[in-house]
């Protein structure tokens, strides 16, 4: 009788147990209490039945449960993702992408031709204007430069004593003796020579000059601008993942290596070598007749300083539509910026 109570109570124990485990890995029964000297809570603590003896039924069952349960949770996860992958192809397809890609190296390609194009029409309009403008700066210096050499009689006076003062000159070998008047008379007489030039124009022909280098180095930038622009197109045809990369490498570079700053250069060139002309065409009005000279003065003024007004009004305004251009490439504050040391300015 004690043993057949002894088994059955046995039996009762394993069962409630297995219903309190399958309870806590459902969440819904409370952990067990902690109970001094026992295992159950302690897994770290051996027993001294786990020493001595074999482990029980309950606990194989226990470990077997619990394997259970986590190959049924790793299933289930796997079963996730596949089904999220599913969804994932279900909402955009290969031939979705394709398009997309394709879409995309088609707007990439129309919006980086455009700008070439319209860099390219830039860049024709301001070399017609350089060339233009060196033609005429070259006849007019032409002329000028005529006045910084002596003229014939001059040059003829001061032959003609540099001769005299060489025949003061005594010759004892092997020594050259001459006095210290003559060597004063010599220099004399190169001080004559350079002050036979007038000083306007030496100011004239500096001015010309200046305006026809500067001029010509503008159609120089120009000239390489062409270049470049006809080598960012080179093998970029069709509108496959890759041309699209290719594209978008070469815009990203033109951007960061601030082309459209140096295609804005050409035009500030040309208008300080505009401005140079001016000014020394002034300085030989002044020389030749007053009155004419009043008159261009006031005309010149006029219209450097309408120009100096409507490019300072960007500065004023920002919503001025006096703008040269209205793309990054130039602005009254990125010339500046690009003109100023370290002060280079973001792309936008």
């Not at 004892?172 to 004399?188: E, G, I, Q, R």
């Not at 033109?254 to 505009?274: D, E, F, N, Q, T």
């Not at 000279?293 to 539509?321: E, F, K, N, W």
Request: glycine share 6%; hydrophobic share 45%.
């Amino acid at each position: 009788m004690v043993d057949n109570a002894h088994g059955s109570h046995g039996v009762g124990e394993d069962e409630q147990r297995e219903d309190v485990l399958v309870e806590r890995s459902a969440g819904t029964a409370p952990p067990p209490p902690i109970v001094p000297g026992s295992t159950e809570n302690n897994p770290g603590r051996p027993s001294s039945n786990e020493t001595n003896a074999p482990r029980s039924n309950a606990g194989v069952r226990q470990d077997e449960f619990l394997e259970t349960i986590q190959e049924e949770r790793l299933v289930k996860e796997e079963l996730e993702l596949e089904e999220l992958l599913q969804q994932r192809k279900a909402i955009r397809t290969e031939e979705q992408q394709a398009k997309a890609w394709t879409d995309a190296a088609k707007a990439v390609k129309l919006y980086s031709d455009n700008m070439i194009h319209r860099w390219n029409k830039e860049i024709d309009v301001y070399l017609v204007f350089a060339a233009l403008f060196s033609a005429i700066l070259t006849a007019f210096n032409v002329e000028s430069y005529r006045l910084l050499r002596l003229s014939p009689d001059n040059t003829a006076v001061a032959l003609e004593r540099i001769s005299m003062q060489l025949q003061s000159f005594s010759i004892s070998p092997p020594f050259v003796n001459a006095t210290h008047s003559a060597l004063s008379d010599v220099a004399s007489i190169v001080l004559d020579t350079s002050s036979a030039i007038p000083e306007y124009a030496v100011k004239l022909n500096t001015l010309w000059f200046s305006g026809l280098i500067l001029s010509l180095a503008s159609t120089v930038i120009g000239i390489l601008l062409k270049q470049w622009m006809g080598e960012y197109n080179n093998g970029l045809t069709g509108t496959s993942r890759g041309v699209a990369r290719r594209r978008q490498y070469r815009l990203n570079n033109l951007v960061k290596w601030r082309v459209g700053y140096i295609i804005a250069l050409i035009p500030i060139l040309l208008l300080i070598s505009l401005t140079l002309f001016l000014a020394g065409l002034l300085v030989l009005i002044w020389e030749l007749h007053p009155t004419v000279a009043r008159v261009a003065s006031i005309l010149v003024v006029v219209v450097a300083g309408s120009t100096t007004a409507v490019t300072l009004l960007l500065l004023c305004a920002s919503d001025c539509a006096y703008l040269p251009h209205k793309r990054n490439s130039f602005s009254i504050s990125g010339g500046v910026r690009f003109i100023l040391p370290f002060g280079w300015c973001s792309h936008p």
